[in-house]
């Protein structure tokens, strides 16, 4: 199993999944979210309302796998991060829960590899050198890890790139 590491746009990764920064709507937003609805085309969204259909909206720290729609990459995980408030550690393990069963559904559904956004890190705001942290340490103890071929950590701004480069060599 490889990590990789990528400065760039994820909606642009040729990878078995994406993952998406979603909120609990499943409806889009702004951010990696907007971007990844906006190029990926209505399908995602449509699929995106036949999960809300069945399951009602996604909780924190989970996930659900949709297409891609047209983007490059097969699958779309969608997975809730936690907004940070004032202080709000305690919020870490809703954090690690998004990598976790992200990486969970990935396996059930046999993808090999797979791109992660920095989860948390804009309009939630969590800060960005804890969400690296937990990020990194979640997929080292994720125990299915041998079943992925390749993780890539992609990065759309200079500080989490930056961040990333320090703690993944
Ligand atoms: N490719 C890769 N990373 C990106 C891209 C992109 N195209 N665009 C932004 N990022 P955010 P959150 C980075 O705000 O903090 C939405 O409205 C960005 O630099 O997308 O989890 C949802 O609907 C940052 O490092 O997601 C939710 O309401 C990281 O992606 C809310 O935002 C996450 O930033 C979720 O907030």
Known sequence: MI??????????????????????????????????????????????????????SCKIGEAVITTAGNLPAKFVIHTVGPRWYNNSMEKAPLLANCYLNTLKLAVENNIKIIAFPNISTGIYHFPKDEAADIAIEAVRNFGEIEKLDKIIFVCFDDENYNLYLQKIK
């Open 3 to 56: 990590i990789e590491l990528i400065k760039g746009d994820i909606t642009e990764i040729q990878a078995d999944a994406i993952v998406n920064a979603a909120n609990s709507s499943l409806l889009g937003g702004g951010g990696v979210d907007g971007a990844i609805h906006r190029k990926g085309g209505n399908a995602i969204l449509e699929a995106c309302k036949e999960i809300r259909n069945r399951q009602g």
